[in-house]
């Protein structure tokens, strides 16, 4: 299992909302691991996981209106088990699967996404828009959140987890230069390419947090 939860910008103690959802699926994992591999079901575990979320949506949004305060975070996760995944989204972090080339899975909860997939607004245009960074939902800052789930048998390659921060500066074609399997021989090979690559974000004049997690199927 994988996570990433990036704590909103801009928003008050967003790194307080994305430790309580990290926390919660941690346990969540810990209480579950052993069960999953005798007999794990994508669908019903990607149910438990749109619960919690749901359920910390409503526990983080009543903690900030009783402090008249915001407090938001994303949620984008994993779980493999033998041959079989399932991810639950909510927000703009992202999750690559790195093959042949760099395959997007998920889909960003975010105005100009949707200003893209309605043919008001280009790609490219979507890429520099000032409201890049403007979610529709986020778990603690909605009224209600729908989750993306996305199912199926996991593919051999390179997953890549990754905060905002990271894809504004580096293409997926340098996600696939840098995390094809080949490359990334060891757990030491990935953590050295990974925070080689994060560097390059931060020296490109990235200012936002970067999270970045990679699994690598064989």
């Known amino acids: 299992m994988a996570a990433v ?15 309580e959802v990290i926390r919660e699926f941690e346990a969540w994992f810990s ?15 990607a149910r438990q996981w749109c619960r919690m979320l749901d359920r910390l949506n409503t526990d983080i949004r009543r903690f900030s209106l009783k402090r008249e305060m915001e407090i938001g975070t994303t949620f984008t996760g994993i779980l ?23 395959a997007l899975l998920t889909t960003d909860h975010t105005f100009v996404e949707r200003e893209v997939r309605s043919g008001r607004m280009t790609r490219q245009e979507a890429m520099s828009d000032m409201r890049r960074n403007l ?37 997926p074609r340098e996600m696939e230069e840098s995390f094809s399997g080949g490359r990334l021989k060891d757990r030491s090979a990935m953590k050295k390419e990974a925070r080689r690559m994060v560097n390059e974000a931060i020296g490109r004049g990235e200012k936002d947090n970067i999270s970045v997690i990679l699994i690598k199927k064989n």
Not at 5 to 19: H, N, P, Q, W
Not at 146 to 168: M, N, V, W
């Open 135 to 171: 979610l529709l939902q986020c778990i603690g800052a909605s009224r209600r959140i729908e989750p993306q789930i996305i199912t199926g048998r996991a593919k051999a390659g390179t997953y890549l987890l990754c905060s905002d921060g990271f894809r504004h500066e580096i293409s």
């Open 31 to 45: 209480l579950n691991a052993r069960n999953l591999i005798s007999r794990f079901n994508p669908e019903e575990a």
């Open 80 to 102: 493999m088990v033998n041959e079989s995944f399932m991810a639950v989204h909510v927000g703009d972090s992202r999750i690559y699967h790195i093959g042949s080339e760099a």
């Open 5 to 19: 939860c990036d704590g909103m910008g801009g928003l008050d103690m967003g790194e307080v909302a994305s430790s």
